[in-house]
């Protein structure tokens, strides 16, 4: 019987508003160099509320790492960076064991994705065998190397990177590794007002270099607690097993999301829930994040192929079809 959720205290509405202050700090901290992308950015603090991992899907130059880097400097947390590229190895990502002579032993020495924000870069430039390397750290937190396991210190977030426009000498992500992103992005070009803002500030200074932290990591795994004991109500846990059951049921869909699609479609559904100020789950929480959150977990008919129906389509169609339950509380 699964009980342990509900043995939570609940979240009091001060504790709520203080989360909601604390994200919208980072959130605003990274507004501050990525401009005119708040819901972009809003949806990263949200994964990392949720403790869930982003693939950003977009065209070179649009500040991919940019936003990477001024995440991880606003939560004060270690940034790494991970250039995939063909000739990457398993160890090049999670470390190797190294002989010392001294101690006659061998030592570990971490590789780039012991870090709280680690920016995985054109991940689809990189073999399946590398691609893999990543599987265990992104689901437990943790990597094993010759037989030792290594913890990864929380909180720990990749955001990969993937050009959508580009794919000669790349290896698709396959759908067991995608599945483990909570949310797919894309930042796309900036607004013209935007743009020239950027231009005059990046070719006068570094607007990265003045970014300071604006909440600790520990303060961030103190959030991820308490997002774990916002409420869901019966009927809303009931509606997004019915929204993964219609996404294996379409025609144009040839395989569905998974299981681990509703969890990850609720935690995040749970921290955009405190973002807006609430202790529980409204039915507009879930609509909000679908797209993001399902449409890299499916893959689409060969008939819905050939009508050119994105997978971002295929789910906002589905929202319109499964019902809404009726007032959550």
């Given amino acids: 019987m ?51 991992h982003v693939i950003i899907e977009d065209y070179p130059g649009v500040g991919k790492t940019l936003l990477a880097k001024a995440l991880a400097r606003s939560v004060g947390g270690r940034f790494s960076r991970i250039q995939f590229t063909p000739d990457l190895l398993p160890s090049d990502v ?40 990543l599987l265990e750290c992104m689901e437990e937190g943790q990597a094993t190397i010759d037989n030792v396991t290594h913890a990864i210190v929380a909180p720990f977030m990749i955001l990969a990177t993937q050009n959508p426009i580009e794919y000669e000498g790349t290896y698709p992500l396959p759908e067991a590794q995608l599945d483990r992103f909570m949310m797919r992005l894309s930042l796309g ?12 500030s990046q070719t006068t200074g570094d607007p990265f270099a003045a970014l300071e932290p604006v909440i600790s990591s520990a303060e ?18 009931r509606y997004v097993v019915e929204l ?25 559904a749970k921290a955009l829930a405190v973002l807006r100020g609430r202790e529980f789950v409204v039915p507009q929480d879930l609509k909000d994040l ?27 169609r589905l929202l319109e079809t499964v019902p809404i339950p009726g007032p959550a509380r």
């Fill in 189 to 200: 070009y900036p607004s013209s007002d935007a743009e020239e803002v950027i231009l005059d």
């Fill in 220 to 237: 961030v795994l103190e959030m991820q607690e308490a997002v774990l004991r916002v409420d869901v109500a019966p009927s809303l846990r």
């Fill in 2 to 52: 699964q009980t342990g959720a509900r043995t939570r205290p609940v979240l009091g509405d001060g504790e709520v508003q203080e989360i909601a202050r604390r994200a919208n700090l980072v959130g605003s901290n990274v507004g501050s160099v990525i401009l005119g992308k708040e819901e972009v950015i809003a949806s990263c603090v949200v994964a990392l509320l949720a403790g869930g």
């Fill in 94 to 133: 999670t470390g190797v064991s190294v002989f010392d002579q001294k101690s006659a032993g061998f030592e570990f020495r971490p590789g780039p994705i012991f870090a709280n924000v680690v920016l995985a870069d054109e991940i689809n430039r990189s073999s399946p065998k590398t691609q893999a390397s």
């Fill in 290 to 316: 679908a797209v993001r959150v399902l449409s890299h977990r499916i893959i689409l008919s060969p008939d819905a192929d050939t009508r050119h129906r994105a997978q971002e389509a295929v789910i906002a």
């Fill in 244 to 268: 993964l059951e219609a996404t294996r049921t379409s025609r144009d869909i040839y395989l569905g999301a998974s299981p681990r699609a509703g969890i990850s479609l609720l935690r995040a």
